[in-house]
């Protein structure tokens, strides 16, 4: 069944008609419900989902959104009460199905912009001032770190394997997704390289020397990324990107939606996807118009690859960046340290899941979505999240040191 909604979800951009379809047969006959119209609405951020509006035989409007994941083995998705209980402002449904295979949920409409929708207008000038959109997310940040420090404990090997955020990274990583993505070949424009070679090269980007092979970083995460261990953990929402995120303009604040995989598990996890995705990602959703302002430019010389682009952050993505690592990762490091709860290898859990977003959301080989210049701006910043680099020049290196206990 998971294969079914695997179709909407891959359909839903290139035939809506048949994607509706599939999915009105569904709920009709899968979840038994009076739905008599189904309404896909593509977006963006719906690049392991999709959402929409379905209209029941009494006249009632839902909005619905599931998200699709192959290869899974979590077997409980969306604690949403989870959230609400520990403080977290969460949109709860009114129908949900659960059950891996079936994962459905339904709720009431809402009206309130998502931070994503904004911070794209910002982004490319239609709106001139986010001074409210900083507050709000300053604010929020604040209250999260309360939350984090108010639910703040331990969990064993075993609760720590089951918890959904792995689906994210480490189940990504070493089930189906890896192999399926990156086999064969992967088109650079004038050449095309096999997989074998490009991931054996080393990299040299923007003049920085990094010192790991896409497969030695593929090692390190999955060593880093084991789920197999005891652990510090908090109670979080794990897919925090901002497409899950609401602002409301008549009280200023912001609410959380879609808690997939909502759960108590490592905070730095749960820190990860906000962390890129509302920051570094916008080539990701938006491919095809960073494709026309960014420059790419490469050439190999025996095992490197040596990589130029232009690629930078707008002020609004480093509003998103400081907000959370100066209110959120720091403290959170310095209060872990101080109950001897942080981990040696805290920069390698955090960096292995970083290199998670870029390499693993979206397949960076497809090039029927990235222009092989945004392929290549990708594994770009796959290998600076995960990658050493030389001297601890990049700049990940430099935030984590600059935030280090």
């Not at 990762?329 to 709860?341: C, I, M």
């Amino acid at each position: 069944m998971n294969d079914l909604l695997q179709r909407v979800r891959d359909l839903q951009f290139k035939d809506r008609s048949t994607a509706e379809a599939l999915l009105l047969s569904f709920l009709q006959n899968e979840l038994d419900l009076a739905v008599t119209t189904v309404e896909l609405t593509p977006k963006p951020t719906s690049l392991n989902s999709f959402n929409g509006f379905a209209t029941f035989a009494d006249g009632q409007r839902l909005f619905f959104k599931t998200h699709t994941e192959i290869h899974t083995i979590i077997q409980e998705y969306y604690n949403a009460q989870l959230l609400a209980d520990a403080g977290y402002p969460v949109v709860q449904p009114v129908f949900q199905s659960s059950q891996p295979g079936k994962q459905f949920l339904m709720y009431k409409v809402v009206e309130d912009q998502s931070v994503f929708d904004i911070a794209w207008e910002v982004e490319q000038g239609q709106r001139s001032d986010f001074a409210f959109l900083e507050t709000a997310q300053n604010q929020e940040d604040d209250k999260l770190l309360g939350r984090y420090l108010a639910t703040l404990g331990k969990i064993s090997a075993a609760e720590n394997s089951r918890a959904p955020i792995h689906q994210l990274f480490y189940h990504r990583l070493v089930g189906g997704r890896l192999a399926n993505f990156y086999h064969g070949q992967f088109n650079l424009g004038r050449e095309t390289l096999t997989t074998d070679h490009l991931f054996g090269l080393r990299w040299v980007i923007n003049g920085i020397e990094y010192t790991q092979s896409l497969q030695e970083i593929i090692a390190a995460a999955i060593s880093a990324l084991d789920p197999e261990v005891a652990t510090a953990a908090v109670i979080g929402h794990g897919d925090a990107h901002n497409g899950n995120v609401f602002f409301s303009a008549s009280t200023g604040n912001l609410t959380y939606f879609d808690p997939a995989f909502a759960g108590r598990h490592h905070p730095l996890l749960d820190l990860t996807k906000p962390m890129f995705h509302n920051v570094f990602a916008s080539w990701m959703y938006h491919p095809l118009v960073i494709n026309d302002r960014v420059n790419v430019a490469y050439q190999i010389r025996a095992d490197k690859i040596i990589v130029d682009h232009n690629y930078t952050l707008h002020p609004v993505r480093s509003m998103f960046l400081e907000s959370k690592v100066q209110r959120v990762l720091t403290p959170l490091l310095y209060e872990l340290n101080a109950k001897n709860d942080l981990i040696a290898n805290w920069q390698t859990l955090l960096r292995a899941a970083l290199f998670c977003c870029p390499f693993l959301t979206m397949n960076l080989a497809d090039r029927t979505y990235f222009p092989w210049q945004i392929g290549l701006l990708g594994i770009c910043l796959a290998v600076e999240m995960g990658a050493n680099s030389r001297h601890n020049a990049s700049a990940i290196h430099q935030l984590l040191l600059r935030v280090a206990p």
